[in-house]
């Protein structure tokens, strides 16, 4: 059973940074493309980061890029993809979740992604 569990949210300073993991078992899930999403409250989930099945190809939304990078281990039967967050600022503020994406780069809609993790609650304090 394919399952995503997401880690390493929190409450940090605005300056600040987290490191996010999303680890992905029970399917190959190396083969696959993935990304990260962030829903704030009260407004549509929208994608953050994208990243290839191989790592070769990364993408970011423009109001993260430069402050975010996404990376991936492909390990034999757990895949762990991580969103490295800098110079955090109040507006980063939200669940973030990750997400696969079988058939496509990995940057895209999220009716786009197949399997979906639980999310984990970044907050940005002022």
């Known amino acids: 059973q394919a399952q995503l569990i997401a880690s390493g949210g929190g409450l940090v300073q605005t300056g600040g940074s987290l490191r996010l993991s999303c680890s992905a078992s029970?399917?190959?899930?190396?083969?696959?493309?993935m990304g990260w999403f962030r829903q704030a409250p009260g407004k549509e989930r929208n994608q953050v980061a994208g990243?290839?099945?191989?790592?070769?190809?990364?993408?970011?939304a423009s109001s993260v890029g430069g402050r975010f990078i996404i990376s991936r281990d492909n390990a034999q039967n757990t895949v762990t993809v991580y969103l490295q967050m800098n110079d955090l600022k109040p507006e980063d503020t939200a669940v973030y979740y990750c997400?696969?994406?079988?058939?496509?780069?990995?940057?895209?809609?999220?009716?786009?992604?197949?399997?979906w993790g639980q999310g984990t609650q970044v907050t940005v304090s002022s």
């Open positions: 997400a696969v994406d079988k058939r496509g780069t990995g940057w895209g809609m999220d009716s786009e992604f197949d399997y």
């Open positions: 029970g399917r190959t899930f190396s083969n696959y493309a």
């Open positions: 990243i290839s099945w191989d790592g070769g190809s990364k993408y970011y």
